[in-house]
């Protein structure tokens, strides 16, 4: 059975430790790393970062992803306020040196970006983040994990902004045309559960429409767990079931799959300097 590359997760989420033996028992269970090539566990603020980072230092196949979310942008889930500077600030210091960088098993700079779903919304304050963000990408030469919800146009022009900056849009929404010019420039789709949703035919069309070479799996774990999973505790251990959605959408096998998938992961995320 082929061993798949997670390239979104969250496992310092609260969620986890619902499950029996909670995120730990899952992590090292021999089900999980039967099924399990690499994770990516992505931070939404700086102090979760934090937590990615410490977890990733536990598991050989585990990496980070620290930065500052659209949402957590806004304030934290306590209702903490963030100041764009002194964040921003902390983060470039945190990514700015190489070795660090690698003892802490950082490959990107994520999750950053937009999300205009939730109420209230700042704009101006998410632009500042995100595009604080694209600056340190920028400079340090990481690639990022963006989050675009709702907000595709905004999106891609913040992309055209930096164009040295390469990185996935995870969990894509968007259209094939986006989706097509974001690959042209260097760029990866990420897509996960929702691919297997019954009402997700329009997900499904782009899926198959997108460069294999681009393409990147994801969970965004605790969330989003695929069909037949619907609703409840996804993790890394359950992506054959979106990998059998989007296998036969190319034309390819699961082990195909896995192999270019994990190779595109590599590619991005240079997964192989950082893990063991
Ligand atoms: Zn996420």
Redesign the pocket.
């Known amino acids: 059975m082929p061993r798949y590359t997670d390239t ?1 997760a ?1 496992y310092f989420d609260r969620k986890f430790a619902a499950l029996d033996g909670g995120a730990v028992g899952l992590l090292s269970s021999p089900d999980f790393l039967s099924k399990v090539a690499a994770v990516i566990n ?1 931070g ?1 603020n700086l102090t979760n970062s934090q937590t990615a980072v410490d977890m990733a230092g536990k598991y050989p196949y585990m990496a980070a992803a620290v930065g500052i979310h659209p949402e957590d942008a806004q304030g934290l889930p306590d209702g903490t306020p963030l100041d764009p500077e002194t964040e921003l600030a902390a983060l470039r210091k945190w990514v700015s040196d190489p070795d660090r960088r690698k003892r802490d098993k950082i490959v990107a700079i994520g ?1 950053i970006g937009f999300d205009y779903h939730w109420q209230p919304m700042d704009k101006d304050l998410q632009r500042a983040f995100f595009e604080g963000q694209m600056q340190i990408a920028a400079d340090t030469g990481l690639p990022v994990i963006i ?1 675009d919800r709702e907000a595709h146009g905004d999106s891609f022009e913040v992309v055209l902004k930096y164009p040295t900056v390469k990185g996935v849009f ?1 969990a894509y929404g968007g259209s094939a045309e986006m989706a097509r010019e974001l690959t042209k420039r260097g760029w990866y789709i990420g897509f996960g559960g929702v691919t297997t949703f019954k009402n997700a035919e329009r997900v499904r069309s782009v899926v198959a429409s997108v460069d294999i070479h681009k393409l990147l799996l994801e969970t ?1 774990c605790p969330y989003m767990a695929p069909v037949p999973f619907r609703g409840k505790i996804n993790h890394s251990g359950l992506i054959p079931y979106i990998a059998e959605v989007i296998a036969p959408l190319h034309g390819l096998t699961l082990e195909e799959l896995a192999e270019v998938t994990n190779r595109n992961a590599e590619e991005l995320f240079g997964l192989s300097a950082v893990l063991k």
């Open positions: 979104h969250h992505v939404t999750e989050h995870h965004d």
